[in-house]
């Protein structure tokens, strides 16, 4: 799953919320939320959009007779934007969840009705604006034909351990797929993780930055990088592992469910959203336990249906995380969603120094 908080809480997020503040607000009346057949729908693009068209839109849209439109890169910038002209033009927003949980923050959203969703279902129950619908992993990945056991690291300390499994390393660029992993790494419990302790996670990043072969940018290259063998060990996503596993995947590689960081991704309607009504049916529907199914047999990441889980097809569970594991930590974002634009910033002075 492609991770677009950076993009979603960068510098030109606020720049252009800056401008939209200061200028005039022009208040256009929003599109009237009045019985539709449509409703807009703004996520990731490529190969995860058409996953979705496969799982959940096409199968919506034939329940329903409601058509999907689909606007791919969800940016809250373009949201802050709209609110503030009054001329609102999408329905429903995905994204990571520290992403969506800043939208929260800054009131972008519409509160949810409980009765839409099968509470004792949920491994997270929503928000009062926002719902979780599913988890990706991080965790090591690597060659098997070229690491067999133990010959590669397995959790968090392992990667950092440049003595026991030297070789180059790939990390994101991206703060919040490194921070917590630094730490755990360093001896911290996943409960002792939050609020970050940045002082100790940089010292830890210290001892690990010279074996680091790329600080990547584009999620794809923590996979290609390994395939072609410019580095041995990556910090990557369990999704874009296992496709790697199956027709056109080039070069399997491996992954280790030994210790993750797990991410939650969350769906929002848009305040004052023109298709309010079926963007709340969309949201429903992604949380159906067939639903999940589908979406994460296919996808090979976690549902938050509880009865989704037996319904999965063998080979994704193969790919599930034991999400009791003591070792294991979900991200917060609720902490990211405050504190993302000051650790990020310390963290590029520290890539660049």
Known sequence: ?????????????????????????VMKPSRVAAKSDSVTFTAYGGTYQDLLVRNVFKPFT???????????????????????????????????????????????????????????????????????????????????????????????????????????????????????VALLADGVAPKDVYPLDLDRAFKALDRIKPSIASWTNATPQTISLLQTGEADFSYAFSNRVKATTGPGGGTPLAFSFEQNLIYPSDLAVLKNAPNKENGMKLVAYFLRSEVQARVESEAGTIPVSKKAIPLLSDDARKWQPDMNRSNNLISNSEYWADNYEAVTSRFKEWIKS
């Open 62 to 180: 034939e329940e329903t007779g409601i058509k999907v439109n689909l606007i791919p890169g969800p940016e809250l910038a373009k949201i802050r934007a709209q609110l503030l002209t009054g001329n609102v033009e999408w329905d429903v927003f995905l994204d990571a969840g520290a992403g969506v949980a800043s939208g929260s923050r800054q009131g972008f959203w519409e509160p949810l009705d409980p009765s839409l969703f099968n509470v004792e279902d949920m491994v997270v129950p929503p928000k009062r604006d926002r719902v979780t619908y599913n988890f990706y992993p991080g965790g090591i990945a690597w060659d098997p034909a070229k690491f067999g056991p133990g010959k590669h690291p397995e959790n968090f300390a392992d990667f950092f351990d440049l003595n026991k499994f030297p070789g180059k390393r790939v990390l994101s660029n991206r703060a919040n797929n490194v921070m917590e």
């Open 1 to 25: 799953m492609k991770d677009t908080f950076t993009a979603t809480l960068s510098r030109r997020t606020f720049l252009v919320g800056a401008a939209a503040l200061s200028a005039p607000a």
